[in-house]
């Protein structure tokens, strides 16, 4: 993702949510104080690869959406927060973790430690995870990201919520196909910030899946209502 394309939504993320730019810039610069530059070759398995993005909806506990991820047929997972503890206890090992550090602070250290990519993200009000817990991390394999402007070794793949940041990271790694399990735009359990950052998860994939030709089918039946408005026209 190009900072220049991404900026534009950036700044109407900001405006929405009445964000503070320098809040998100000061964490961006306390997470690049603790990482060095990451080896992308890490994450080489999901070049041309057919990725399974996995959200941490409470639906990807069901069966069901353990059994569809389970016969998708892709050759890596992304996982979103604690969807990994989800998907580890019934057998599945994850490629990558995309995380803001805001529930599973030792899973992030243990997967590093056994060589599993973390994309650790810091924003507005995670300083204090971030200096808690990258400190702890294996740091060849932790992939510092910010949604604000790139700096030294964080950079910054597009995306904002944990799981469209996921698929976001998966297109910057050239994933060829991309299947969405875990995900719930309209979960009844969250509470109103959070319900306003999945609308933006989904106007986001909407806007990735433009820009890749390809359409997610988390979005089918959706499409129509989203707002585009701060969207680039591509």
Known sequence: MNFDTWSPVYEAILEDFGFDRTADERARDALET????FDWDHLGALAGAHVAVVGAAPSLETEASLERLRRAGTDAI????????????????????????????????????????VAVHAHGDNVPMVKAVVVDCRGACV??????EPVGSVVNVGGFTDGDRAAFLADHCGADRLTFVG??????????????????????????????GEQFGVLDGRRDPIDTTALPVE
């Open 34 to 37: 603790r990482t060095q530059p």
């Open 78 to 117: 992304v996982a979103a927060s604690s969807a990994v503890d989800v998907l580890e206890d019934h057998g599945f090992e994850v490629d990558c973790m995309v995380t803001d550090l805001d529930k599973n602070p030792d899973t992030v250290v243990q997967l590093t430690e056994r060589g599993t990519p």
């Open 143 to 148: 992939l510092p990201t910010t949604q604000a």
């Open 183 to 212: 995900w719930d735009f309209d979960d009844p359990t969250v509470d109103p910030m959070k319900a306003k950052k999945l609308t933006w998860a989904e106007r986001l994939l909407y806007w990735l899946e433009r820009r890749r």
